[in-house]
């Protein structure tokens, strides 16, 4: 009887513990944006603030002040809270230490409460650069429009071609996501992804290539898959600008490398005499490689598809898993299916996203891409932008 109480009292305790800890959470998370500059600081273990300093987190705190107004309340949910403001919602997660100090803290993308299409575009348009966006219900109904049908410039989003050929050619042929192909050096390519640093010879089956080159937009595994494909076979029926279909090693040697000689020979070839040096690049070390924060050549060396294109293309891999791994910009658990595939280089960003809220629900595609020729894209705004597009369009 003795040992079922103490049981019991520890449990209570525990309980209590748990209770205090969530109420102390929420409490500072309100104080955040409550907090005078001078005083913010003190909110914050020195641990936290040696690796974000004190004028970044005043940035992100006026930023979401400027936005959505005055804090009013910090409420429990399953991963983390729900900040309600006077003006909408956001997301964070907070961690404190035994001395109720931040030592980790994290917010995602606000929602506006009066939020609406016109006034998210119009944002969208002040963003420097040329923009296209798309948003089609049910691949039948265009929700909203804005240079859609113009072929930009989407970096890493150009896979989904790869994986819609791919499932094209395992439905046409006896390939099977089983079969294996082996790491080899001409195919190796450099980050995003994990599969560069992998030995050569290393097998993996079609499925686990498939679901690096999509969810960790992995470089190496995407230019396996286009090796395995044939590069004619992905070019069949994509406009000119897309002929030679690069990889993504061939990619980084001709726009990064500091070979001046390389890249204006290959500019100023004709289409036969660019897939010989692209041959010719299949030998060659991934030597002098350096991707700054300046675009460069975004116009003439890249993947270019539309808006509308990228939409309809998300759209049909809507039963393969792999764009279901990585949600993007959306709380996976908030959605019946979320699929993403993004991309980005200096001067490129681009989301595209398949959303459906339940099983009933109608499924929507959206798409935005941001080019700019001078400078890199804002990725944060443009992210928060596409966030609050995407809540304006499906719900948060």
């Given amino acids: 009887m003795k040992v079922n109480l103490v049981i019991l009292i520890l449990v209570l305790l525990l309980f209590i513990s748990l209770g205090v800890q969530a109420a102390s959470e929420a409490e500072v998370l309100k104080d955040i944006f409550r907090k005078e500059s001078a005083s913010l600081g003190t909110l914050f273990a020195d641990s936290f603030l040696e690796q974000v300093s004190l004028t970044q987190i005043e940035a992100i705190v006026n930023q979401y002040g400027s936005a959505l107004g005055a804090v009013q309340a910090a409420e429990k949910i399953e991963n983390g809270y729900s900040l309600q403001f006077e003006k909408g919602t956001a997301p964070a997660q907070i961690t404190l230490n035994s001395e109720g100090k931040i030592i980790g803290l994290w917010f995602g993308n606000y929602s506006l409460a009066e939020d609406n299409l016109d006034s998210i575009l119009a944002e969208l348009k002040e963003l420097p650069g040329e923009l296209s966006v798309s948003v089609i219900k049910n691949n039948q109904e265009k929700v909203l429009s804005y240079n859609e049908q ?7 989003t150009f896979k989904l071609q790869v994986l819609k050929r791919l499932y094209e050619e395992i439905e046409e042929s006896d390939k099977k996501w089983s079969d294996i192909v082996e790491l080899e050096a001409k195919n190796r390519s450099l980050p995003s992804g994990i599969l560069q640093s992998w030995p050569f010879g ?19 595994a995407t230019d396996h898959l286009i090796d395995f494909l044939g590069r004619e076979n992905l070019e069949d029926g994509l406009k000119d600008i897309n002929i030679p279909f690069l990889k993504t090693r061939e990619f980084f040697m001709l726009k990064f490398s500091d070979d001046d000689q390389l890249r204006e020979r290959y500019l100023n070839s004709n289409l036969s005499e660019k897939r010989k040096i692209l041959s010719e690049l299949s030998s060659r070390e991934l030597n002098n490689i350096k991707v700054g924060d300046k675009p460069i050549l975004i116009e003439k060396l890249e993947w270019y598809f539309s808006t509308e294109e990228l939409a309809e293309m998300i759209y049909e891999l809507k039963d393969a898993p792999e764009i279901k791994i990585n949600p993007g910009l959306v709380d996976q658990k908030n959605y019946y299916l979320a699929g993403y ?11 595209t996203h398949l959303l459906k809220k339940s ?38």
């Avoid at 113009?150 to 890493?156: D, H, I, P, Q």
């Avoid at 686990?208 to 992995?218: K, P, R, T, Y």
């Fill in 359 to 396: 099983e009933a629900a109608d499924i929507y595609a959206i798409s935005v891409t941001i080019n700019n020729r001078e400078q890199a894209v804002d990725g944060q705004k443009a992210a928060q932008l596409t966030s609050r597009l995407i809540s304006a369009v499906v719900g948060p």
């Fill in 202 to 220: 290393t097998p993996l089956t079609l499925r686990s290539l498939s679901n690096l080159m999509i969810s960790q937009s992995d470089n190496t």
């Fill in 341 to 351: 595939k993004g991309g980005s280089e200096p001067g490129v960003l681009q989301f």
């Fill in 150 to 156: 113009k072929s930009m410039a989407v970096g890493s």
